[in-house]
């Protein structure tokens, strides 16, 4: 559930800012594995983006400073969908569902509006010819993505204690 409405939220934003949302959201407090570094630090993507130094420093000083923000509220995010799905299985009754569903939701838009504008501003230290190439890498990137995830199979369709 909680992966769907995060492809579905990157799916909205604008396309070019992909691989910021792999790396920020929604796995926030996920360690980064070493082979895989975020867009910006990666020297293929700033040699096809053509980065300078200076906006490879501005997009990491961007994502730096937004990132225990980040890290917050996606940790607040997740203590109120565990205590509105504890209700929920508790079959508590539907007005302190209805509060817990507001409280979570709130949570979870107040995530995205963090993450979205700090994506505008990583989008605004390139060039507007560089905006168009990220756009091209972007689809690229999404294509191989729905490929490989096609080839995959398919992950199992429910948690332990949490019923879908």
Request: net charge positive; aromatic share 6%; glycine share 2%.
């Amino acid at each position: 559930m909680i992966v769907a409405r995060w492809r579905r939220v990157g799916q909205t934003l604008l396309p070019a800012l992909f691989l910021c949302v792999m790396v920020a959201a929604p796995h926030v407090h996920a360690q980064q594995p070493a082979a895989t570094p975020p867009w910006w630090r990666s020297p293929q993507f700033q040699k096809d983006l053509g980065m300078t130094t200076d906006q490879v420093a501005k997009v990491d000083a961007i994502f730096q400073a937004t990132l225990p923000d980040l890290r917050a509220r996606r940790d607040e995010l997740d203590k109120l969908e565990t205590k509105l799905s504890n209700l929920i299985e508790a079959e508590a009754d539907e007005a302190s569902v209805a509060r817990w569903v507001d409280k979570t939701e709130a949570a979870r838009g107040s995530l995205n509006k963090l993450r979205t504008l700090m994506l505008m501003h990583m989008r605004q230290v390139l060039s507007p010819d560089q905006r168009v190439r990220f756009k091209v890498l972007h689809e690229q990137w999404d294509r191989n993505r729905r490929a490989e995830e096609a080839r995959r199979p398919p992950a199992p369709t429910s948690t332990p204690g949490r019923q879908r």
